[in-house]
């Protein structure tokens, strides 16, 4: 959606009385999660902040809740990314604290939902409700197989419904996805991590900061062995 149209949808919302923003939920000031599920919505938002660089601007955030219409209950995927678009300036304001689709101009490219129990409605509710929102792609990460057969499901919309898409690769967001096995801030468990292309992690930032320690490292022990003293003096 241009800017331009997006502005004329928002006038026009904003013009209506009836939208009082103010009566909108925009937190419950009630967050209950496990440990998991809490340490996995992180790892999924700040590698894309810490690694990635679209060459456009994104939003990617957890728990926070999605209003496709002011006159319906919010939706909070525990996790989505949405290209093209950035928070405004003052988050404080009560118009700028959720992903309020008609602001935006457009609903995100990607929901994902990490499942703990059968009560979340991941394959009911809320597989009709991101279809209805217009989100490209869901994403269903069931590490107990609680609700599907398989650990990860990708869903694309298609002609306003989701189909079972084969593989992890985002095309229209151009990242994939993965399952790792590993330790993230003291907890090893199986998670689920983007990656690019190649299958390549994208790196914490912790991971980052580690990796280019090594690769100096790498470059100090070669100029070494060719007689060369590294300038440390930066």
């Known amino acids: 959606m241009s800017s331009a149209l997006a502005a004329i949808e928002e006038k026009v919302y904003d013009d209506v009385p009836e939208i009082d923003y103010e009566s909108l ?18 790892l999924l ?4 902040y810490s690694s990635w660089n679209p060459g456009t601007p994104f939003m990617a955030a957890a728990n926070v809740g999605m209003y496709n219409s002011p006159y319906q ?3 909070v ?3 989505f990314l949405s290209l093209d678009v950035q928070p405004a300036e003052d988050v404080w304001k009560k ?8 602001k935006f101009g457009k609903p995100p490219e990607v929901a994902l939902e990490i499942v703990s129990n059968k ?11 991101y279809a209805q929102i217009g989100v490209w792609y869901y994403i269903i990460f069931d590490p107990q197989l609680c609700v ?43 998670w689920l991590r983007w990656c690019d292309a190649e299958g390549i992690l994208l790196p914490t930032g912790e991971e980052g900061r580690i990796q280019e320690h090594q690769r100096v490292e790498r470059l100090t022990a070669q100029l070494r062995a060719l007689g060369v003293e590294p300038n440390n003096g930066g």
């Open 25 to 42: 939920i925009t937190e419950d000031d009630q967050p209950v999660d496990n440990i998991f599920s809490e340490k996995q919505q992180r």
């Open 45 to 48: 938002v700040e590698p894309l």
């Open 73 to 75: 209950p919010a939706i």
């Open 77 to 79: 995927p525990d996790m």
């Open 95 to 102: 118009r700028n604290r959720c992903y309020f689709v008609w």
């Open 119 to 129: 009560k979340g409605g991941e394959t009911g509710n809320k597989f009709k409700k």
């Open 148 to 190: 599907q057969e398989n650990i990860v499901q990708v869903y694309q919309l298609s002609l306003g419904r989701f189909v079972l898409k084969d593989g992890f690769h985002l095309d229209q967001v151009n990242l994939g996805l993965t399952l790792w096995d590993g330790v993230f801030e003291g907890l090893d468990a199986q």
